[in-house]
């Protein structure tokens, strides 16, 4: 059977139904046929073929080992690690059982010993594709990017058309940060078999890390008519939609998310959801779900109640973002001000290396600074036991990158989400959320699977001793000489539409006035000037603010006069930084995390009343702040002096505020 042996399946298939005709009841026309429906992926066919005829052959190998194949297909892993090594019992040198055997133990979660039996099926045979394709995906779910990528580029160096392997190695570099060339991997592949969902989901994915939305929502398009239910495609839909502004396509969408999250549709993260403004009890429901579908199966705690008795509270923090990242620059200060008499510091960075300043500053600030970039969530929570944690505080939450896996693993007595991720993780493995009184209020803990702990202020730190460059002219920002400078420095699918008419009523009532906005990415808020004209504003009145370096940024704040605030979702740091920067920060207080922001950080700088309670205030106290100057005048130097002494500024009182926290959750867990 070379047709079988070629991959030619549909001629294999014809040519085993004249075998079958002419022979019906023959032992090996059955193994044959039971082959191929395996290959076909008709695993169900299959099973009881192959099972009637391990039972006339219990000791076959080949049985054994076609068997164990259909029954991994079914996801009845354990039972086809037995049919392995089955088989394995009888050939031990037996490459593909090797390989076979070391895929159903990844499936079990046994990465080490899948390691093992990969590498041993590569000691026998180094010259077919499918081995190194197969270590190469376990290598990916271990986090070695850069091993499987090696792995990838042997299987091509064997059969360069290989589009397995192709895809394998596209996923390697969109690990690695590369999301051009593994574009260009993902077209490869999709070369050789032009209609696979899979490579079109992966291509899809690096043409959404190129910031491509437009082009990724294309190939959704394709699996949706290929495979409707294809796993998690309604929510890559959702979020590639959001973050391509498309607004007729998000009206369609957002009706039905309620439904299908509640429904365990897969791939609705709480990311997406937020930015839908979806409501605080699905939220939660979607970050359970969104654990189910990432974690691995239930494993054993490493730490299992033992007591530490260290001089001081070892205290670490885990992150992706421990670089040139809103996260890395928000919390180096704090870090700086933590008392080392009583806490000392670890850092466990789980994401690249970019060389940055702010990363130097980081490991600075550390008593040890782990570099774990590129490792599995296994070797994370066992570095984090062996080093005895007291307090692990996870700043990542759900966002790109995070490693929730490995607080699942509970390698540390007290587990703390904080400020990467606003919202609840789901996980019942994190003990504690930090907080405010605002972002997270008591009446919200119905919606949080950990305890709510508030800050006494702000839960927001920022970096205070950023300084601002020199502050380009208006002409050089390409704002008019003279009018009001109503700006939002947010990402662009921040913006909604009723939000965003809402602004073009204000550009309407101030004459004069333009809106300063982000530059959006490539093909993303094409549709603003569009609207803009639409209801009748002159779209030149839309400035798009260049991309410059941080000090610039912080500097040319002083040439807008008020910030305008986004709602479901807020502006975070982007708002921390138009305060910090002396322009004031109009807001709505949100129903959710997310939107509520800006009010804790408003709150926190000393200027409450720069929070409305409904969109109709929002547009009213926007309106009079742009008519009113000696008003907006009084708010502007009341900020100045605020950022002298108000809590949001003061990093001091943060750190012993967190400390306190700290020591809270200590004395309420032991």
Known sequence: MEALRYGDLAKADALLGQLRAARPNHPQVALLTGMLRTQQGRYEEALPILQALLNLRPQDPGIQYYLGNALHGLGRFAEALERYQGALASRPQDAAALSSRGNALMSLERLDEALASHNAALTVETRDETLWTNRGILLMKMKHFAEALADFEQ??????????????????????????????????????????????????????????????????????????????????????????????????????????????????????????????????????????????????????????????????????????????????????????????????????????????????????????????????????????????????????????????????????????????????????????????????????????????????PLDTSRRPGDCPSRAESRLPESGFVFCSFNRAWKITPVLFDLWLGLLRQVPDSVLWLRSPASGTGLNLPKRALELGIDPARLVFAENVALDVHLARHALADLFLDTQPYGAHATAADALWAGLPVLTQLGDTFAGRVGASLLTAAGLPELIARSAGEYEAMALDLARNAARLKAIRERLAVNRTCAPLFDMTRFARKLEAAYETMLREKT
Not at 271 to 293: F, I, K, V
Not at 453 to 458: F, G, M, P, R
């Open 155 to 460: 299987a091509l160096a064997i059969r360069p058309g290989l589009a397995s392997a192709w895809n394998g190695k596209g996923n390697a570099l969109l690990s690695l940060h590369q999301p051009g060339h593994a574009l260009a991997c993902f077209e490869q592949a999709l070369r050789g078999e032009p209609t696979n969902s899979g490579y079109l989901m992966n291509r899809a994915t690096a043409l959404v890390h190129l910031n491509r939305y437009g082009e990724a929502l294309a190939d959704y398009d394709r699996i949706q008519a290929l495979q409707p239910d294809f796993p998690g495609l309604a929510g890559q839909i959702a979020l590639a939609a959001l973050y391509d502004s498309d607004w007729p396509r998000m009206a369609a969408i957002a009706p039905l998310i309620p439904g299908q999250v509640r429904a365990g549709t897969p791939g609705f993260d709480p990311w997406t959801l937020m930015g839908y403004g979806m409501d605080g009890a699905l939220l939660l429901t979607s970050a359970r779900a969104r654990l189910s579908e990432t974690l691995p199966l239930a494993t054993p705690p490493l730490w299992t109640g033992e007591k530490y008795r260290h001089d001081r509270i070892r205290l670490a923090y885990v992150s992706g973002d421990f670089r040139n990242h809103p996260v890395g620059l928000q919390i180096v200060e704090a870090l700086e001000r933590h008392d080392r008499t009583r806490f000392e510091l670890i850092g466990i960075s789980v994401g690249e290396d970019d060389g940055s300043d702010i990363r130097a500053r980081l490991i600075r600030t550390f008593d040890q600074f782990h570099d774990l970039g590129g490792r599995s969530d296994e070797e994370i929570a066992q570095t984090m036991r062996r080093l005895e944690v007291d307090i692990a505080v996870d700043l990542s939450g759900h966002t790109h990158g995070n490693c929730l896996g490995a607080f699942a693993r509970r390698p540390a007595p007290i587990q703390v989400s904080w400020l990467g991720h606003p919202g609840t993780t789901g996980g019942d493995f994190m003990d504690y959320i930090l907080a405010d009184a605002i972002v997270a209020p008591p009446e919200h803990q119905p919606f949080y699977s950990e305890k709510i702990l508030a800050l006494a202020d702000s839960y927001f």
